[in-house]
């Protein structure tokens, strides 16, 4: 079975930094896609940032030039750099993968990990 355990979360000021870290185990042949969501209180899950296996990547509009996502392929880890923190960053940070396994593709969901912005 394939699972994703992320930590990194917290409290931060505004301004602060904190780096997400995500590790994926299990029955992993590769991991095409790994990706950062979050979702803040009342608002719907959203893409942050994406990385293919090739290092391609996908960052939204309001965290370019202040967040960074890296992967570490022999580790099956994902990074998540978050730097100049808003207050309007503070959400649950998923990871999230595409997981090819022995038997099937795997869309697998981490359990979250709390940031928070605040003063």
């Known amino acids: 079975q394939v699972q994703l355990v ?30 950062w969501y ?15 296996i090739t290092g391609s990547t996908y960052y939204a509009d309001s965290v370019k030039g202040r967040f960074t996502i890296f992967r570490d392929n022999a580790k099956n880890t994902v990074d998540l750099q978050m730097n100049s923190l808003k207050y309007e960053d503070t959400a649950v940070y998923y990871c999230n993968a595409e997981v090819v396994g022995a038997i099937s593709t795997y869309d697998i969901w981490g359990k979250g990990t709390l940031v928070t912005v605040s003063s």
């Open 38 to 52: 979050r979702q803040a209180p009342g608002k719907e899950r959203d893409l942050v940032a994406s990385i293919t």
């Open 6 to 35: 992320e930590s990194g979360g917290g409290l931060v000021q505004p301004g602060g930094s904190l780096r997400l870290s995500c590790a994926a185990s299990g029955s992993i042949f590769s991991i095409p896609s790994m990706r």
